[in-house]
T-cell receptor, first 116, second 115 residues
Framework: AQKVTQAQTEISVVEKEDVTLDCVYE???????LFWYKQPPSGELVFLIRRNSFDEQNEISGRYSWNFQKSTSSFNFTITASQVVDSAVYFC?????????????FGSGTKLNVKP | KAGVTQTPRYLIKTRGQQVTLSCSPI?????VSWYQQTPGQGLQFLFE???????NKGNFPGRFSGRQFSNSRSEMNVSTLELGDSALYLC??????????????FGPGTRLLVL
């Protein structure tokens, strides 16, 4: 079973539209961390946010906001008033923190196309 | 602070050859992780090094190996290259063990093409 599921393979929006990228995760641990990364065409993954499982407060950073809901095991990412520069592949990731040696689990990514 | 750097950025090899990729982490970061990214398999974890020791390993064959030096720089080696090894290889650094949920910062990657 997939640890992190990003069901949306590709989304296309027109500039200034709002867009939400979905992320559903699976874990039995009570302590875990969730991440979002952005991968522009250049290839480098850019860190966007890190949240721990004990902090369900939603977060807003400029045009970006994140909605963390433990009840539905989701950590969705919304871009408000999208811009062409937001075009990239976005990855959601999970890290389970209870064991000594863990691996990051990345979702398959959602490609966002923002058209002018 | 300089980011994670990877060299070379692009590489073309033929089947059967071997290749060595290099990664320099962010100054002060002691952990380096390696990932393989392909269109079909997505991002897959290869291994993580911390204080010159491999601390974590993904499900890759023994042809994939790595090491870390005392200055935290890391190298990844792939021997007997196969066509399926064509991929973007990403290096990520973190202050502590990535497996302890430290935030990882990624380099630009090395794009390897095996012919």
């Amino acid at each position: 079973a997939q640890k992190v599921t990003q069901a949306q393979t590709e989304i296309s929006v027109v500039e200034k539209e709002d867009v939400t990228l979905d992320c559903v995760y699976e874990t039995r641990d009570t302590t875990y961390y969730l991440f979002w990364y952005k991968q522009p065409p250049s290839g480098e993954l850019v860190f966007l946010i890190r949240r721990n499982s004990f902090d369900e407060q939603n977060e807003i950073s400029g045009r970006y906001s994140w909605n963390f809901q433990k009840s539905t095991s989701s950590f969705n990412f919304t871009i408000t008033a999208s811009q062409v520069v937001d075009s990239a592949v976005y990855f959601c990731a999970l890290s389970e923190a209870q064991n000594n040696f863990n691996k990051f689990y990345f979702g398959s990514g959602t490609k966002l196309n923002v058209k002018p | 602070k300089a980011g994670v750097t990877q060299t070379p950025r692009y590489l073309i090899k033929t089947r059967g050859q071997q290749v060595t990729l290099s990664c320099s982490p962010i100054s002060g970061h002691r952990s380096v992780s390696w990932y393989q990214q392909t269109p079909g398999q997505g991002l897959q974890f290869l291994f993580e090094y911390f204080s010159e020791t491999q601390r974590n390993k993904g499900n890759f064959p023994g042809r994939f190996s790595g090491r870390q030096f005392s200055n935290s720089r890391s190298e990844m080696n792939v021997s007997t290259l196969e066509l399926g090894d064509s991929a973007l290889y990403l290096c990520a650094s973190s202050q502590g063990l990535a497996g302890k949920s430290e935030t990882q910062y990624f380099g630009p990657g090395t794009r390897l093409l095996v012919l």
